[in-house]
């Protein structure tokens, strides 16, 4: 049982966030809201779940996790209602920030599942409940069209509502076993230092989301910056400062865990290849998200597989041995990909996707399972510390790498238009004589000839303009494929240079856990 409501618990976390990609442009046209708007109510879902987890692990130990989730989740249960009956701009924003309560979906998955396992099989529900929560997403981008096929979004906010009020009942059906709660452990100077924390985080979250809906150069976005550095770097100064920190600044520069944060930020970074690379693709070629049903199960299917792979693979002897074996992953996917063209469709990127959603999930779990590992082992009270990393490093990483790959490919897509304009002249026998079959084609509805004219010539460069941005995401998914390559064969190094010296890079801290779990 406890199993069964893990699953729904890390199933249904995943599916906030794909609610919002995938009916984000939906949400867009039904409100008749600019790329601006958008992008504040996708930055609002990031800001309030990027750091949420540490609160989550601070609550638990003060109160108790199931009382204050419950309380979350009634708010998005409130959320997706009001959604049903009012929709409207602040009502989105609202529920996003209530979609809160799927940084705690995710935390109580993990419980439920650990508590499925006995002994050190507990660290087997911790990566499963990661993946299961990465499956999530996929799949219900894969529904939203379905949910949508009337053409009316009361159908995926049923379906949210649904979901909440499951997971509602579940907890109440079958609550945890109480753990040790502390009273007075939660102080006003942890709520300060939150409060200061999560405010720096949800601005860095608004600049890399709003960045690439009004470019860089936009005056505001630098005080976004500024405010994000400055409340980020107070807070982790008084923290610094504190005999018991909530977050200890200290253990999380040591090399050993800012090596994880930047695998973890890597792993978000080349996951990106879907979001950006594959998605963008579809849409640059004018495939919609009908189109794209198969393709997200396919995706799903691969993450699937990359959980199932992870567990198999999983020795907590070698760490980092699928880690070497998904970034080799992620050069073929990309690889696999560079050369495509106009006439590339969803299903010639089944296999390559399958490929790269495959290595996501089998980087994640080892990754995942060596930095808890290692908060463990020096107190549990460092899971908030680690907690803070690791959901960093996924929510910041894979914004970072959508918002810097975005930027690639309008630098790129100017470039490649900038050639081919080259050959836009009327001298030019073939441009001329495509003009002239627009035209043709045009005649039967448009009589003026220099109206004509301009319409035929403004095709052709719309059509210039669809195959410059093809060509830049061939060349997204060139610098990918190089990317991985690099990281497979440092990755690689590092291994061989391990096995020879008989080097065991968890050897203390597999100590510490294991004689605390009863091994």
Request: net charge positive; with cysteine; charged share 10%.
């Amino acid at each position: 049982a406890y199993l069964a409501i893990g699953l729904l618990l890390a199933l249904s976390s995943g599916f906030q966030n794909g609610l919002l990609t995938a009916s984000l442009p939906q949400v867009r046209g039904d409100l008749s809201l600019d790329l601006q708007q958008g992008g504040w109510i996708q930055a609002a879902y990031f800001m309030a779940y990027a750091c949420m987890s540490v609160l989550f692990f601070k609550v638990r130990k003060a109160y108790g996790l199931q009382r204050f989730v419950r309380i979350t989740l009634f708010a998005q249960l409130a959320a997706s209602l009001l959604q049903l009956v009012y929709h409207h701009y602040e009502v989105e924003l609202i529920a996003r920030i209530a979609a809160v309560a799927a940084s705690g979906l995710l935390v109580l998955a993990i419980y439920y599942l650990m508590q499925g396992f006995t002994g050190t099989k507990k660290l087997v529900g911790l990566v499963f409940g990661l993946g299961l929560m990465q499956v999530g997403t996929p799949l219900a981008q894969s529904l939203v069209p379905l949910l949508y096929g009337d053409g009316d979004l009361n159908g995926v906010f049923a379906f949210q509502a649904a979901l909440a009020l499951a997971c509602t009942a579940c907890l109440f059906a079958l609550p945890l076993p109480p753990g040790i709660t502390v009273r007075k452990s939660f102080t006003l100077v942890d709520a300060l230092s939150f409060t200061l924390f999560a405010s720096g985080i949800a601005l860095l979250c608004a600049f890399l989301v709003q960045g690439r809906t009004v470019w860089w150069t936009t005056q505001w976005l630098g005080w976004l910056l500024a405010g994000g550095v400055g409340l980020t770097g107070l807070a982790l100064y008084i923290e610094s400062t504190r005999h018991k920190p909530m977050l200890d600044w200290h253990w999380m520069t040591v090399p050993q865990i800012l090596i994880f944060a930047v695998m973890g930020a890597m792993a978000r970074l080349l996951t990106s290849e879907q979001t950006v690379g594959a998605a963008g693709l579809m849409g640059a070629v004018g495939v919609g998200s009908a189109q794209m049903s198969t393709f997200y199960l396919i995706v799903a299917g691969g993450m699937l597989a990359g959980v199932v792979g992870s567990l198999i693979l999983l020795d907590i002897n070698d760490i980092r041995r699928p880690v070497m074996v998904a970034l080799a992953c992620f050069a073929l996917g990309a690889w696999l990909e560079i050369g495509v063209g106009m006439q590339t469709r969803p299903a010639q990127l089944y296999f390559s996707q399958f490929i790269v959603a495959f290595a996501s999930l089998l980087f994640m779990g080892p990754m995942m399972l060596e930095g808890a590992l290692r908060a463990l082992a020096k107190s549990p009270d460092h899971m908030m510390s680690f907690s803070a990393v690791f959901g960093l490093s996924q929510t910041l990483g894979g914004l970072a790498g959508a918002a810097a790959f975005s930027a690639f490919l309008t630098y790129r897509t100017r470039d490649h238009l900038a050639a081919i304009a080259q050959n836009l002249t009327l001298s030019n026998p073939a441009l001329a004589a495509d003009i002239q079959r627009n035209a043709a084609a045009l005649s039967a509805i448009l009589s003026d000839p220099v109206l004509l004219q301009g319409r035929a010539v403004s095709q052709i460069t719309a059509q210039a303009g669809k195959e410059a941005a093809v060509a830049a995401y061939s060349d997204l998914f060139a610098l990918l494929a190089a990317m991985a390559a690099v990281s497979t064969l440092v990755a690689v190094a590092l291994w061989l240079y391990r096995r020879y010296y008989k080097i065991d890079i968890l050897a203390a801290e597999k100590a510490k856990v294991f004689a605390a779990l009863g091994r």
